[in-house]
Protein backbone atom coordinates (compact mmCIF):
# COMPACT_ATOMS: atom_id res chain seq x y z
CA UNK A 1 0.00 0.00 0.00
CA UNK A 2 1.18 3.52 -0.28
CA UNK A 3 2.18 3.66 -3.65
CA UNK A 4 3.51 7.01 -5.37
CA UNK A 5 4.20 6.47 -9.46
CA UNK A 6 6.33 8.78 -10.84
CA UNK A 7 6.91 9.33 -14.85
CA UNK A 8 8.42 9.77 -16.54
CA UNK A 9 11.95 8.12 -15.04
CA UNK A 10 13.80 9.69 -17.71
CA UNK A 11 13.68 12.79 -20.02
CA UNK A 12 16.50 14.67 -21.91
CA UNK A 13 15.53 17.81 -23.47
CA UNK A 14 16.59 20.93 -25.02
CA UNK A 15 17.58 24.30 -23.55
CA UNK A 16 14.58 26.21 -22.81
CA UNK A 17 11.92 23.64 -23.24
CA UNK A 18 9.67 22.63 -20.72
CA UNK A 19 9.55 19.35 -19.26
CA UNK A 20 6.44 18.18 -16.81
CA UNK A 21 6.79 15.18 -14.09
CA UNK A 22 4.16 13.70 -12.98
CA UNK A 23 3.56 12.22 -9.34
CA UNK A 24 0.25 10.07 -8.76
CA UNK A 25 -0.81 8.45 -5.48
CA UNK A 26 -2.21 5.11 -6.37
CA UNK A 27 -3.86 3.50 -3.54
CA UNK A 28 -4.57 6.33 -1.08
CA UNK A 29 -5.58 10.17 -1.42
CA UNK A 30 -2.22 12.50 -0.87
CA UNK A 31 -3.54 15.73 0.06
CA UNK A 32 0.05 16.91 0.28
CA UNK A 33 3.56 16.18 -1.75
CA UNK A 34 6.93 16.99 -1.30
CA UNK A 35 9.22 17.60 -4.15
CA UNK A 36 12.75 16.81 -3.84
CA UNK A 37 16.09 17.48 -5.74
CA UNK A 38 19.01 14.76 -5.81
CA UNK A 39 22.33 15.86 -6.90
CA UNK A 40 25.05 13.17 -7.24
CA UNK A 41 26.39 11.67 -4.31
CA UNK A 42 24.47 14.60 -2.07
CA UNK A 43 21.41 14.74 0.33
CA UNK A 44 18.13 15.09 -1.31
CA UNK A 45 17.11 18.85 -1.23
CA UNK A 46 13.53 19.72 -0.64
CA UNK A 47 12.32 22.14 -3.47
CA UNK A 48 8.52 22.55 -2.44
CA UNK A 49 5.47 21.34 -0.46
CA UNK A 50 2.44 21.10 -2.95
CA UNK A 51 -1.04 21.23 -1.09
CA UNK A 52 -4.35 19.90 -2.71
CA UNK A 53 -6.32 22.71 -3.76
CA UNK A 54 -3.52 25.86 -2.75
CA UNK A 55 -0.61 27.23 -3.93
CA UNK A 56 2.74 25.40 -3.24
CA UNK A 57 4.77 26.34 -0.56
CA UNK A 58 8.86 26.75 -1.91
CA UNK A 59 12.22 26.47 -0.21
CA UNK A 60 14.33 29.75 0.28
CA UNK A 61 16.58 29.91 -2.94
CA UNK A 62 14.20 28.32 -5.76
CA UNK A 63 12.50 29.70 -8.06
CA UNK A 64 8.83 29.41 -8.31
CA UNK A 65 8.88 31.04 -11.70
CA UNK A 66 10.92 28.17 -13.12
CA UNK A 67 10.28 25.18 -10.95
CA UNK A 68 6.29 24.97 -11.42
CA UNK A 69 4.31 23.02 -8.98
CA UNK A 70 0.55 22.02 -9.66
CA UNK A 71 -1.64 19.91 -7.10
CA UNK A 72 -4.60 20.11 -8.91
CA UNK A 73 -6.09 16.15 -7.56
CA UNK A 74 -5.91 14.52 -4.63
CA UNK A 75 -4.00 11.67 -6.58
CA UNK A 76 -1.79 13.88 -8.80
CA UNK A 77 0.93 16.78 -8.00
CA UNK A 78 3.21 17.93 -11.16
CA UNK A 79 6.06 19.74 -11.38
CA UNK A 80 7.07 21.54 -14.54
CA UNK A 81 10.44 22.90 -15.31
CA UNK A 82 10.22 25.87 -17.12
CA UNK A 83 12.64 27.19 -19.96
CA UNK A 84 15.20 23.82 -19.05
CA UNK A 85 18.54 24.83 -18.46
CA UNK A 86 21.69 22.79 -18.38
CA UNK A 87 22.42 23.41 -14.75
CA UNK A 88 18.87 22.25 -13.78
CA UNK A 89 19.84 18.43 -15.05
CA UNK A 90 19.17 16.57 -11.47
CA UNK A 91 17.25 13.87 -10.50
CA UNK A 92 13.98 14.68 -8.79
CA UNK A 93 11.95 12.91 -6.52
CA UNK A 94 8.52 13.35 -5.52
CA UNK A 95 6.93 11.99 -1.68
CA UNK A 96 3.90 11.78 0.23
CA UNK A 97 3.26 10.97 3.49
CA UNK A 98 1.88 7.68 4.49
CA UNK A 99 -1.85 7.22 5.58
CA UNK A 100 -0.53 3.81 7.08
CA UNK A 101 2.65 4.70 9.00
CA UNK A 102 2.81 7.64 11.17
CA UNK A 103 5.23 10.30 10.35
CA UNK A 104 6.21 7.87 7.31
CA UNK A 105 6.78 9.34 3.65
CA UNK A 106 6.38 7.53 0.19
CA UNK A 107 8.55 8.08 -2.79
CA UNK A 108 8.03 8.38 -6.16
CA UNK A 109 11.29 6.42 -8.13
CA UNK A 110 12.50 9.93 -9.24
CA UNK A 111 12.85 11.45 -12.66
CA UNK A 112 16.33 11.66 -14.29
CA UNK A 113 16.53 15.43 -16.15
CA UNK A 114 18.78 15.85 -18.72
CA UNK A 115 18.74 19.13 -20.35
CA UNK A 116 21.24 19.43 -23.38
CA UNK B 1 19.05 25.16 10.79
CA UNK B 2 19.24 21.38 11.44
CA UNK B 3 22.67 20.01 9.18
CA UNK B 4 22.07 15.98 9.23
CA UNK B 5 25.92 13.95 8.68
CA UNK B 6 26.31 10.70 8.05
CA UNK B 7 29.46 8.53 8.12
CA UNK B 8 31.40 6.80 6.38
CA UNK B 9 30.43 8.40 3.04
CA UNK B 10 30.97 4.83 1.78
CA UNK B 11 32.02 1.71 2.93
CA UNK B 12 33.18 -1.97 1.21
CA UNK B 13 32.92 -5.23 3.27
CA UNK B 14 33.08 -9.04 2.35
CA UNK B 15 30.04 -10.47 2.30
CA UNK B 16 28.76 -12.04 5.79
CA UNK B 17 30.08 -9.12 8.11
CA UNK B 18 27.93 -7.03 10.01
CA UNK B 19 28.52 -3.40 9.38
CA UNK B 20 27.70 -0.12 11.20
CA UNK B 21 26.45 2.86 9.33
CA UNK B 22 26.40 6.10 11.73
CA UNK B 23 24.15 9.25 10.96
CA UNK B 24 23.86 12.50 13.28
CA UNK B 25 22.01 15.63 13.30
CA UNK B 26 22.42 19.10 15.21
CA UNK B 27 19.23 19.66 16.65
CA UNK B 28 17.44 17.61 18.57
CA UNK B 29 13.88 18.59 18.40
CA UNK B 30 13.01 16.02 16.12
CA UNK B 31 9.79 14.24 15.70
CA UNK B 32 11.07 11.37 14.41
CA UNK B 33 14.46 9.70 12.53
CA UNK B 34 14.06 7.54 9.38
CA UNK B 35 16.36 5.08 7.47
CA UNK B 36 15.88 4.45 3.90
CA UNK B 37 17.83 2.57 1.01
CA UNK B 38 18.21 3.60 -3.01
CA UNK B 39 19.22 1.78 -5.60
CA UNK B 40 20.91 3.52 -8.04
CA UNK B 41 18.07 5.52 -10.23
CA UNK B 42 15.72 5.01 -8.07
CA UNK B 43 13.33 6.52 -5.53
CA UNK B 44 13.56 5.59 -1.74
CA UNK B 45 12.54 3.01 0.34
CA UNK B 46 11.62 3.04 3.84
CA UNK B 47 13.78 0.76 5.89
CA UNK B 48 12.88 1.84 9.51
CA UNK B 49 11.02 4.73 11.39
CA UNK B 50 11.89 5.68 15.38
CA UNK B 51 9.69 7.91 16.85
CA UNK B 52 11.34 10.36 18.90
CA UNK B 53 10.22 8.70 22.34
CA UNK B 54 11.57 5.42 21.20
CA UNK B 55 15.05 4.60 21.28
CA UNK B 56 15.59 1.62 18.43
CA UNK B 57 13.56 -0.37 15.96
CA UNK B 58 14.59 -3.58 14.09
CA UNK B 59 13.57 -5.39 11.12
CA UNK B 60 15.25 -8.57 10.07
CA UNK B 61 18.81 -8.05 9.92
CA UNK B 62 18.31 -4.38 10.61
CA UNK B 63 18.59 -2.83 13.49
CA UNK B 64 18.61 1.17 13.64
CA UNK B 65 18.72 3.03 17.30
CA UNK B 66 18.45 6.60 18.38
CA UNK B 67 19.76 8.79 20.55
CA UNK B 68 18.20 11.98 20.55
CA UNK B 69 19.74 13.90 23.34
CA UNK B 70 23.20 12.92 21.59
CA UNK B 71 21.84 13.75 18.02
CA UNK B 72 22.95 10.14 17.15
CA UNK B 73 21.69 7.04 15.08
CA UNK B 74 23.19 4.13 13.88
CA UNK B 75 21.69 1.16 11.53
CA UNK B 76 23.17 -2.19 12.12
CA UNK B 77 22.97 -4.52 9.42
CA UNK B 78 23.77 -7.96 10.33
CA UNK B 79 25.15 -10.71 8.09
CA UNK B 80 25.36 -8.40 5.17
CA UNK B 81 24.72 -9.57 1.76
CA UNK B 82 25.53 -8.58 -1.99
CA UNK B 83 21.89 -7.30 -2.32
CA UNK B 84 22.22 -4.97 0.29
CA UNK B 85 24.80 -3.15 -1.89
CA UNK B 86 22.82 0.70 -2.09
CA UNK B 87 23.15 3.91 -0.64
CA UNK B 88 21.61 4.48 2.92
CA UNK B 89 20.27 7.64 3.96
CA UNK B 90 19.36 8.93 6.39
CA UNK B 91 16.70 11.63 7.54
CA UNK B 92 15.34 13.30 10.42
CA UNK B 93 11.71 14.61 10.66
CA UNK B 94 11.31 18.45 12.29
CA UNK B 95 8.16 21.02 12.22
CA UNK B 96 6.38 21.21 9.55
CA UNK B 97 6.27 17.56 8.56
CA UNK B 98 10.14 18.24 6.85
CA UNK B 99 12.54 15.99 6.50
CA UNK B 100 16.22 16.76 6.34
CA UNK B 101 18.85 14.29 4.87
CA UNK B 102 22.27 12.99 5.00
CA UNK B 103 24.10 12.60 1.78
CA UNK B 104 24.09 9.13 3.01
CA UNK B 105 26.52 5.89 3.07
CA UNK B 106 27.32 4.46 -0.45
CA UNK B 107 27.59 0.17 1.02
CA UNK B 108 28.94 -2.35 -1.41
CA UNK B 109 28.85 -5.49 -0.12
CA UNK B 110 31.32 -7.97 -1.34
CA UNK B 111 30.81 -11.63 -2.40
Known amino acids: GAVVSQHPSRVICKSGTSVKIECRSLDFQATTMFWYRQFPKKSLMLMAT?????????EQGVEKDKFLINHASLTLSTLTVTSAHPEDSSFYIC????????????FGSGTRLTVV | KQEVTQIPAALSVPEGENLVLNCSFTDSAIYNLQWFRQDPGKGLTSLLL?????REQTSGRLNASLDKSSGRSTLYIAASQPGDSATYLCAVMEYGNKLVFGAGTILRVKS
Open chain 1, 50 to 58: SNEGSKATY
Open chain 2, 50 to 54: IQSSQ
Open chain 1, 95 to 106: SAPRPDLSGGYT
